[in-house]
C-alpha cells in the first residue's frame, strides 16, 4: 500500500474510495498489533493525507485525529514521530480546523514534554503550533467523545494557551539546533506566537539561550548569508515584538537590520512570494511610525521599485495554458496587493511621501483600476492606499480631481463587505471636506441616502465613518442639502445616535448638528422643524454622565442655536436649559465656562430685536453677578469673553 500510493493521487483517492482508512486506524489503534505494523499505518495515514484536499476531509471524517493524538502516548519512539508527520501534515492542511489540537488539556502539555526526544520530533511539533496558532476563540468541533475542551466560546486565543505551556522556553533552545529545518520550524513558531502579542513579544525580549538574547538571534538570522527563508521569518519575528512595543522603533536592530533586510526582500531579483511577503511585512512594520516611513521610503528606491509588483505577468500571450493563467494571475494578485498595502503604509503621515507615491508611473490609474479588480483582497488594499493617499490636501484637489477617483470609489461602496466599507467610506470623509472639488459630484450621485444607511450599522466603525462623511457634508453647506442630510436620518435615528454608547459616535453626531445649525437663516429654519426634539436631546447630554469634550460640543450648539433670530426663544423660554446655562458658567472646567459664555453672548447681543427683555430675565437670574466674577478671571479668554458680555449691558 505504502509504495502504491507514494505520488500518485489517483491511488490514494481510490484506496480511500476502497475503505481503506477505517481499516488503518483499527490497525494502529490495537495493542496487539506489532510497534511496527503500527507505525507502517502512520506511514501509510501520512502518505494519503499528502494527496488532495478532499483526502484530508475524508481522514477528518474518520476521526484520524483522536487515533493519532492517542498514539502518541506510545513509548516507542519511530510510533510517535509517524504519528506526529501525519499529524504535521493534516494540520497543515487548510482544511482542518486549527482547534482540533486544543480539545483536550493534556495534548499541548504532552506535546511540550515530546520536544526533547529527538529532531524529527521538534521539527514536526514547532510545524504543528505554526500552523495552529491562530489570534480567535475556539468553538465547539463536535468531538463529543472526546475530554473536557481546553477551550471555550470565551476562552483565551491559541497564542496565550501555547505561551501558558511554556512555549516559549520549550522552543527557544531549538533556535541554536544543529538542524537547519528545526531551526527554521522554531523561528517561524516565534513569528506566530509574537504576532500582535504583547505578552509573548515583552517575554521573547529578556529570554536567552547560550548567553545570548533571543533579539541578538534573530538579527544574526537577518544576515545575507542566511537562507532567504531565514531572514524572512527572522524579520517577522522583529517586526511583530517592534509593533507590540517590546522593541523601540528607533532601536538599532530595526532600523539598520529589519527594515533594510525588508526593503531587499523587495527588489525583483527575489521570488516572488518572497517579493509579496517582504512588503507585507514591511507594510506592517512602518504603518504606524513617521520615522520608519521616511526611512523606508528613500531606501534602496523603494517607491520606484514597488512599480514592478504591478508589471507581472509580462506578457499574457506568453502564457501556454489555463493551469499557467491561473498561477500567473494568483501571483499577479498577491503582488499588486502587496503593493497597495505598502503603499499605503508609506504614505500614511508625510506629504513628500504622498507626491512621490503619486508621482510614479501610472500610480492614480492603477488605483483606479484596483478598486475594480475581481479580487475582493486587491480591492482592498487598493482602498487602503487611496485612503492613505486621501490625507492629502494637495493631492484632493489635483489628482484624485483629475482621475474622477469619487466614482470608481462610489462603485466600490456598493454592497461591498464591511471591511472594505469600512476604509472605502473613511476615504469618502476626506474627499468630502470643504475643500474637496470632488465634494458637489459625490452629492449629485445619492451620498446622503448611502451614508444616512451606515449609521443605522451593526458595525462601531461603519456607524462612526457615516455620520462623520454627513459632519462633513454638512459644513457650510446648502440650506437644501441640511434638510436632505436631516430628512435621510430622520428625527428617531438621530435620537439614536445621540444616545448612543460609543463616544466618538456622538461626538461626530453632535459635529453634524453643529454645522447644520450654523448661519442665520439656516438655524431658524432647523429649529423651527426640530427645535423640540433638538432641545430635548441638548438637555439629555447636559444632564448625563459624559466626559468634558461631550459637554463643551453640546454648549457649542447652543450657543448657535442662541445665534438665530427666532430659534434664541427656544432657549429664552426654558428656564432648565437656562439654568444649565447658568451652572457651567461656574463650572471648574475653563472649556465649559467659556462655551456657556459664548451662549449667554449671543442672547443679550444689543444690537439685535428683544435684547432688552432677554438682558432683563438673565440679571435677575444671577447672571450679572457672574459675569462680575468671570471678568476677574486669571484665564484671559474668560476674563476678556465676560468683560465684552458686560458692555452688553451698559451699552
Same mark, same amino acid.
Request: aromatic content about 4%.
Given at each position: 500500500?505504502k509504495?502504491?500510493v507514494i505520488?500518485n493521487?489517483?491511488?490514494?483517492a ?7 482508512v ?16 503500527r507505525?507502517?499505518?502512520a ?8 494527496g ?11 476521526h ?11 513509548p516507542d !519512539?519511530k510510533?510517535?514521530?509517524?504519528? @506526529? ?8 492542511s487548510p482544511?482542518? $480546523? ?6 483536550d ?8 514534554g ?10 514536526y511539533?514547532?510545524?504543528?503550533f ?21 477551550l471555550?466560546?470565551?476562552? $483565551?486565543?491559541h497564542q ?10 520549550n522552543i527557544?533552545h ?12 522554531a523561528?517561524k ?17 529578556n ?13 544574526k ?5 542566511k ?13 511583530s ?11 538599532p536592530c530595526?532600523v ?6 525588508l526593503v531587499?526582500m523587495c527588489?525583483k531579483?527575489?521570488l ?14 512602518i504603518?504606524?511610525?513617521?520615522e520608519?516611513q ?11 521599485m ?6 507581472? $505577468? ?11 493563467l ?23 503621515n ?7 507615491i ?15 479588480e475581481?479580487s ?17 490636501v494637495?493631492?484632493?484637489r ?9 466614482? =470608481? ?7 461591498? =463587505?464591511?471591511e ?6 473613511s476615504?469618502?470623509?476626506n !474627499?468630502?471636506?470643504?475643500?474637496? =472639488?470632488?465634494?458637489? $459630484?459625490? @452629492? ?12 443605522q450599522?451593526?458595525?462601531?466603525? @461603519? ?19 441640511k434638510s ?23 461626538m461626530k453626531?453632535?459635529?453634524?448638528l453643529r454645522n ?5 437663516p439656516h ?12 432641545m ?9 454622565e ?8 453640546t ?35 475653563a472649556?465649559?465656562? @467659556? ?8 442672547l443679550?447681543?444689543?444690537?439685535e ?11 435677575d ?7 462680575h ?23
Amino acid at each position: 500500500m505504502k509504495n502504491a500510493v507514494i505520488g500518485n493521487n489517483k491511488q490514494k483517492a481510490n484506496l480511500i474510495v476502497l475503505g481503506a482508512v477505517p481499516r488503518l486506524l483499527y490497525l494502529l489503534q490495537q495493542e496487539s498489533s506489532s510497534t511496527e505494523l503500527r507505525t507502517e499505518c502512520a506511514v501509510v495515514l501520512g502518505s494519503l493525507a499528502m494527496g488532495t484536499e478532499n483526502n484530508v476531509k475524508s481522514l477528518l471524517d474518520c476521526h484520524i485525529i483522536p487515533a493519532l493524538l492517542q498514539g502518541l502516548l506510545s513509548p516507542d !519512539l519511530k510510533f510517535i514521530e509517524a504519528c @506526529l508527520r501525519c499529524l504535521r501534515t493534516i494540520f497543515i492542511s487548510p482544511v482542518t $480546523p486549527e482547534d482540533l489540537l486544543y480539545t483536550d488539556s493534556s495534548v499541548i502539555s504532552h506535546l511540550m514534554g515530546l520536544l526533547s526526544r529527538s529532531r524529527y520530533t521538534q521539527e514536526y511539533i514547532c510545524q504543528i503550533f505554526s500552523h495552529c496558532c491562530k489570534l480567535q476563540h475556539w468553538h465547539s468541533c463536535g468531538f463529543n467523545s472526546l475530554p473536557q475542551p481546553l477551550l471555550c466560546a470565551n476562552g $483565551p486565543d491559541h497564542q496565550t494557551i501555547l505561551f501558558n505551556y511554556g512555549a516559549v522556553q520549550n522552543i527557544a533552545h531549538l533556535l541554536v539546533s544543529t538542524s537547519n529545518k528545526v531551526r527554521m520550524q522554531a523561528l517561524k513558531c516565534f513569528s506566530v506566537l509574537a504576532f500582535e502579542n504583547p505578552q509573548v513579544s515583552m517575554t521573547l525580549v529578556n529570554v536567552s539561550v547560550d548567553g545570548e538574547l533571543l533579539p541578538q538571534i534573530f538579527v544574526k538570522m537577518l544576515q545575507r548569508d542566511k537562507p532567504i527563508e531565514m531572514q524572512l521569518t527572522s524579520a517577522k519575528c522583529l517586526t511583530s515584538m517592534c509593533r507590540a512595543g517590546a522593541i523601540r522603533t528607533d532601536d538599532p536592530c530595526i532600523v539598520l537590520k529589519t527594515l533594510p533586510c525588508l526593503v531587499r526582500m523587495c527588489s525583483k531579483d527575489r521570488l516572488l512570494e518572497e517579493r509579496v511577503e517582504g512588503a507585507e511585512t514591511l507594510a506592517y512594520l512602518i504603518e504606524t511610525d513617521v520615522e520608519l516611513q521616511r526611512m523606508a521610503s528613500i531606501t534602496d528606491h523603494l517607491i520606484v521599485m514597488l512599480a514592478d509588483y504591478f508589471k507581472y $505577468p509580462s506578457s499574457v500571450s506568453a502564457i501556454a495554458d489555463i493551469k499557467r493563467l491561473d498561477h500567473d494571475l494568483k501571483h499577479a494578485h498577491e503582488l499588486r496587493q502587496a503593493a497597495f498595502k505598502l503603499y499605503a503604509s508609506l504614505g500614511a503621515n508625510d506629504e513628500d511621501i504622498r507626491k512621490k507615491i503619486i508621482e510614479t508611473e501610472n500610480m492614480m490609474d492603477r488605483i483606479v483600476n484596483g478598486l475594480s479588480e475581481s479580487s475582493i483582497k486587491v480591492r482592498l488594499a487598493a482602498v487602503r492606499c487611496l485612503h492613505s493617499l486621501s490625507r492629502s490636501v494637495q493631492q484632493l484637489r489635483t489628482s484624485f480631481q483629475d482621475h474622477a477617483v469619487w466614482k =470608481p470609489l462610489m462603485k466600490v461602496l456598493q454592497n461591498a =463587505p464591511n471591511e472594505i466599507l469600512v476604509v472605502a467610506s473613511s476615504t469618502l470623509c476626506n !474627499l468630502l471636506l470643504e475643500f474637496s =472639488p470632488s465634494k458637489e $459630484p459625490i @452629492l449629485e450621485s445619492g451620498a446622503i441616502e448611502l451614508l444616512c444607511s451606515l449609521t443605522q450599522s451593526e458595525n462601531l466603525a @461603519l456607524r462612526v465613518n457615516g455620520i462623520w462623511a454627513l459632519m462633513n457634508m454638512a459644513f457650510q453647506a446648502e440650506q437644501k442639502i441640511k434638510s436632505d442630510i436631516l430628512r435621510g436620518l430622520s428625527t428617531e435615528q438621530l435620537f439614536q445616535l445621540l444616545s448612543d454608547s460609543d463616544v466618538n459616535v456622538l461626538m461626530k453626531t453632535l459635529g453634524l448638528l453643529r454645522n447644520l445649525l450654523s448661519t442665520r437663516p439656516h438655524i431658524d429654519h432647523i429649529m423651527s422643524t426640530h427645535g423640540k426634539q433638538i432641545m430635548q436631546a441638548v438637555t439629555l447630554i447636559l444632564e448625563g454622565e459624559h466626559n468634558i469634550e461631550v459637554k463643551e460640543q453640546t454648549l457649542c450648539i447652543l450657543a448657535n442655536i442662541a445665534d438665530g433670530t427666532t430659534a434664541k426663544e427656544l432657549i429664552m423660554t426654558n428656564d432648565d436649559i437656562l439654568q444649565k446655562i447658568k451652572y457651567y458658567m461656574s463650572h471648574s472646567n475653563a472649556k465649559l465656562q @467659556l462655551a456657556a459664555m459664548f451662549c449667554i453672548s449671543n442672547l443679550i447681543w444689543n444690537e439685535e430685536e428683544g435684547s432688552q427683555e432677554r438682558q432683563d430675565k438673565l440679571r435677575d437670574m444671577g447672571i450679572v453677578d457672574i459675569l462680575h466674577k468671570l471678568s476677574q478671571s486669571s484665564d484671559p479668554n474668560l476674563c476678556d469673553k465676560a468683560k465684552t458680555a458686560l458692555q452688553q449691558y451698559l451699552a
